[in-house]
């Protein structure tokens, strides 16, 4: 079992994979060489092999069986020829779609495609959006007909579809999230858009419903289920229906029901672990049904002649659980329970009686044979440290049960107690962050939740008016959990530490959890204080960082000195529920323990301001400067102090220098609902850093320029400002309406960096633009191909690029020939 770890964390760090035959080479070989010492083994009557050959040989059929299914998945992905044409799809909706404030999200199971007329093959399973106003078609500008809101799909329909797909390509950034592993595990391929409007339908056919199938039953119920808790719902007033959004949660395993206020709220509460389909519930649930069944079996004599009730219990649970776990979606946190648990399950059947760490350890490779991936995931080390933590403590995984009330109160504080103990340094080395009165919420929220408002949920799809009573019960408990979120220092966030660090501070919770003497306990706290204390390195004083984060199609860059942080931009807005400053910005200030001093939001643009309230309300001390104008609706959460060229202030010897725009160019104010915005680009804040001079030769410098265009950049040249520059951020994300010959001439950067998404609907950057920095010699380095790029103005010449740093072989690859 341990070989079988072993061999799954090895081959999930391979940057590429090796040709499928010599996967296939390595598992042949392996089970050769498991027959030859079986062979000899029993000619010799030996009992046992030698343990280390026992592991290598396991470690060596495991690497080359996941080597082998992710060369076989990887031969169907999307073919780079086909990406951003237009095909006619046919398929079936395998998941109930996902309804957003631009449109719908669906999967899509693919039957067929075609090219031109052409059949082509594409992935089997993609995920669409399904836009309100499909973006960059061409076809929806001219007559207000022609855009059309996307119709009321449901899971098992048969479509035929004009799509554009791209393989799966996300931001990556340093910890932040891996959307390309979620997707792969997913078994998703492509992701893209569908195509609508007069002059598409005219050319390929509009869409097309064309059955109403048997196919994926399972996500037909649950949708129904969910639009029937949002049916009700919409008779609530909006506490009532953010309530049910939990409970669609619960039922369903919905988590995007859950409004995202409630989900800070659960997060710095230790709770959100309840809130979705979770082990904790399945559990729950297998528990409570064996119980059930052992006590209706009983009931009947010929039932337990021909079955022991204890057997019947034990199979009937898990065989619920597992139905349970499928309605709910069959996320892997559902998959991992269901496999302990007929891991266990069928050792009690067989009647053996392991250890628990092989029971343990059996329950892990159970897990990792069926998903591979899961290896990497943050939910599966901290159910499997929990288990563990429990099972070599003794806290209800051997010995009896207590029998008394006081018995099983005592129980259940000691096991969470034990478990929050051993999870806090893991939580922060995954997360950065954990919840101080976790163990308080977790104590009141357990028993309400999977005793009281699951079961009610759940009794709701067989009588609706439960839901309402789940979703009171769900208000209930939110009370305590605002009060208790409202507290000083309620949670902790600390700089991601190193694996080394993060390793010895769970090592150190696990010792001080373990049932052993004090003395021994206590040398525990050493190990927790690498990643207590651990820093991010800083910029030496009189130099500077530049993080040029992954925010896909806008921008947003971190500037770094030896004590101070400035942020340029706060990245987009991808859709109601989430921005760039939600899920990558906070979550990547909060791992490096930056706390900024300014956010510079250099035009009122979405793609530029869409996290900035992310960020100011996670960065209370920060101060905001920008052309947003008067009346902006970040003006509410901070002050906003103007741009002007003039303006300048230095930190730890690094000189910040505002050159544009001019003090009597004032933005104004921000449009009305519905109106057209005034073009803002030409407010662009122009911001200059230079680094401290050393010996007399003059510090390297970077010149952010925001989304100016060739009148601001001509007028910079006239004025004569200094502009030459180590770094430049290439002006409106390399739009062809900017980057002039004289202003690239003029700045003669060493380095040209592009913030744009992969494949955008705007070409950014031209060619036309790309060839001309190329053209002065100049490198162009894009996020899209990069990843979030590192600039340090120590090493002028050198780029640090995230996505090849630490590249993995699910990471999408540059296409070749790609600009």
Known sequence: MLGALLGVALQLQQPALWPWPAYAALLGAGLCTVLALAHAAQRQGARRWHGAGVLLIAAALVYGLCGLRAAAFLADALAPELEGRDLRVTGVIAAMPQSRETGLRLRLAVESARLDGTPVRVPALIDLSWYASTPGDGAQAAVPDEVRPPPALQAGERWRLTVRLKAPHGGRNPHGFDYELWLWEQGVQATGYVRTGARLDALHGPPERLAATWQHPVEQLRQRVRDAIVRRAAAADMAGQRAMGVVAA????????????????????????????????????????????????????????????????????????????????????????????????????????????????????????????????????????????????????????????????????????????????????????????????????????????????????????????????????????????????????????????????????????????????????????????????????????????????????????????????????????????????????????????????????????????AVLSAQLRARLQGSIGAGHVLQALRPVEPCAAGQGWQWDGVRFEMLYPPPDMAPAPAAAPGAKAPKSNALSCVLRITAAAEGGVPGASALLVGDIERAQEQALVAAGVPLAADLLLVPHHGSKTSSSEAFVAAVRPRLALVQAGYRNRFGHPAPEVAARYRGHGMALVQTAQCGAARWSSSTPQAVHCEREAARRYWHHAWPLGAQ
């Not at 995202?260 to 904790?280: C, N, P, Q």
């Not at 496999?339 to 029971?359: D, E, F, H």
């Not at 004590?563 to 990245?571: E, P, S, V």
């Open 250 to 613: 619960l039922v369903t395993g919905d988590q995007r029901a859950i409004e995202r206020a409630d989900w800070e709220l659960f997060r710095a509460t230790g709770v959100a672990h309840l809130m979705s389909i979770s082990g904790l519930h399945i559990t729950l649930f297998a528990w409570l049904a064996a119980a059930l069944i052992q006590r209706a079996w009983r009931r009947s004599q010929r039932l337990c002649l021909a079955l022991p009730a204890p057997t019947a219990a034990l199979v009937g649970g898990v065989l619920l659980a597992a139905a349970y776990a499928l309605f709910s979606g069959w996320g892997v946190p559902a998959q991992r329970t269901v496999g302990m648990l007929a891991t266990v399950a069928l050792l009690g059947l067989s009647g053996r009686r392991w250890p628990w760490p092989q029971v343990w350890l059996l329950a892990c490779a159970v897990v990792l044979a069926a998903d591979p991936w899961a290896l990497l995931q943050p939910g599966f080390w901290l159910s499997f440290v929990a288990v563990g933590v429990l099972f070599a403590t003794d806290s209800g995984a051997i010995g009896a049960r207590p029998s008394s009330v006081k018995g099983h109160f005592h129980a259940l504080l000691r096991e969470q107690w034990v478990v929050t103990l051993a999870l806090t340094p893991l939580t922060l080395l995954l997360f950065g962050q954990v919840s101080l009165v976790g163990l308080l919420a977790n104590l009141l929220a357990i028993p309400w939740t999977t005793l009281v408002v699951t079961p009610l949920a759940l009794l709701g799809v067989l009588w609706a008016p439960l839901w309402q009573a789940a979703a009171w019960c769900v208000q209930v408990l939110s009370l305590p959990l605002q009060w208790l979120a409202a507290w000083p220092w309620a949670q902790l966030a600390l700089p991601m530490a190193p694996l080394w660090a993060g390793v010895a501070a769970v090592a150190g919770g696990t010792l001080l959890a373990l049932r052993l003497p004090w003395g021994w306990r206590v040398l525990g706290l050493p190990l927790l204080l690498p990643a207590l204390w651990w820093q991010a390195p800083r910029p030496a004083p009189g130099q500077f960082e530049l993080l040029a984060a992954d925010v896909g199609q806008g921008q947003a860059v971190l500037v770094r000195t030896a004590r101070h942080a400035l942020l340029y931009d706060a990245g987009p807005r991808y859709h109601q529920d989430s921005d760039a400053g939600e899920r990558v910005l906070v979550p990547l200030l909060r791992a490096l323990g930056e706390r900024l001093d300014l956010l510079v939001l250099s035009h009122r643009d979405s793609d530029h301001t869409g996290g900035a309230a």
